[in-house]
């Protein structure tokens, strides 16, 4: 799988949109880029997934380059709640009954502040 | 609650003693992954289970042994461990050919080794 790299850290206001960025310019063509949080002491919660396409759902959305390098988990309007860990991920689908496997980096930990 | 359980949420156990971490899911997938989580850094990923067999042991010491007795349970057997094992266990699974999107992570298990 693809490596990624994302900034350590980033601060965000409440109410105003979070753009976190993640770098995966090794990224090959069945390579998916896939977002997940990790709020404080839980298990990572998935947010969003895609191809090539920019992606929206009730979460967050998706901005991905053309060139497929990089993309931008965009959180709309941050709330408190929305600080956490994310995690940019890029591997392949999963097909049949294999199961694919997440590999984790250190992600990037977004704080939003009143 | 996401569907996956694991208990106990916290555990203290000394050097000596066996203990036990139990997860549970009723959510039909059929792998079953053990992570791993150190203070300030990244998801290890130590064991995976896919239709109840083990197919990665991601070079885990012996002292954790891993058992998966039908495609919804998952425990990690505790024995002998040291200090440096204290940190978050995750538990996660997943549906084969959903992709990383269908992975489902339980709140984990806080163990602290005295």
């Known amino acids: 799988d693809a490596k990624t790299t994302q900034p350590t850290s980033m601060d965000c206001a409440e109410g105003r949109a979070a753009n976190l960025p993640c770098n995966h310019s090794t990224i090959s063509g069945n390579e998916y880029v896939y977002w997940y949080r990790q709020i404080h002491s839980q298990g990572p919660q998935y947010i969003i997934h895609g191809l090539k396409n920019n992606e929206t759902n009730e979460m967050a959305s998706l901005i991905i380059t053309e060139d497929r390098k990089s993309s931008t988990l965009i959180l709309p309007h941050a709330t408190l709640r929305d600080t956490a860990v994310y995690y940019c991920i890029v591997r392949v689908e999963a097909g049949g009954t294999s199961y694919g496997k997440l590999t984790f980096g250190q992600g990037t930990i977004l704080t939003v502040h009143p | 609650e996401t569907g996956v359980t694991q208990t106990p949420r916290h555990l203290v156990m000394g050097m000596t003693n066996k203990k036990s971490l139990k997860c549970e899911q009723h959510l039909g997938h059929n792998a079953m992954y053990w992570y791993k989580q150190s203070a300030k850094k990244p998801l290890e990923l130590m064991f995976v289970y896919n239709f109840k067999e083990q197919t990665e042991n991601n070079s885990v010491p012996s002292r954790f042994s891993p058992e998966c007795p039908n495609s919804s349970h998952l425990f990690l057997h505790l024995h002998t461990l040291q200090p440096e094992d204290s940190a978050l266990y995750l538990c996660?699974?997943?549906?084969?050919?959903?992709?990383?999107?269908?992975?489902?992570f339980g709140s984990g298990t806080r163990l602290t080794v005295v």
């Open positions: 996660a699974s997943s549906q084969g050919g959903q992709g990383a999107y269908g992975y489902t």
